[in-house]
């Protein structure tokens, strides 16, 4: 469960960071809206270092069907655009593969 809530808070802070840069340079905000974008990335960061994987590749690989999921529920609500059949699909597909990834049976060597 520690894994699934670091990597639903990383999802949360790195769509925020990201979204911060998105508004100031395609939506014309201020230059100011990086800040707490930069402070959100860095907790995205030190989030994803929190799961229970033990190598940083496999954490990233099984975080990044997470991140799609996240990105999608951000497009509905923060952008008020409902996902489609396509994007549900496809999500799921990467939550399953992100599943695989982290908690797949692995040798003991």
């Given at each position: 469960m520690n894994t699934v809530l670091s990597y639903a808070g990383a999802a949360l802070a790195e769509l925020?960071?990201?979204?911060?840069f998105w508004a100031w340079l395609r939506l014309g905000r201020s230059a100011w809206w990086t800040v707490p974008g930069i402070v959100s990335l860095m907790v995205f960061a030190l989030?994803?270092?929190?799961?229970d994987?033990?190598?940083?590749?496999?954490?990233?690989?099984?975080?990044?069907?997470v991140y799609i999921a996240a990105s999608l529920c951000w497009l509905w609500g923060v952008e008020q655009i409902p996902p489609d059949r396509w994007d549900v699909l496809g999500a799921a597909l990467?939550?399953?593969?992100?599943?695989?990834?982290?908690?797949?049976?692995?040798?003991?060597?």
């Open positions: 925020s960071g990201c979204f911060a989030l994803l270092t929190r799961t994987a033990v190598f940083a590749g496999r954490a990233y690989a099984a975080y990044g069907g990467c939550f399953v593969g992100a599943a695989l990834i982290l908690w797949g049976p692995r040798p003991l060597a």
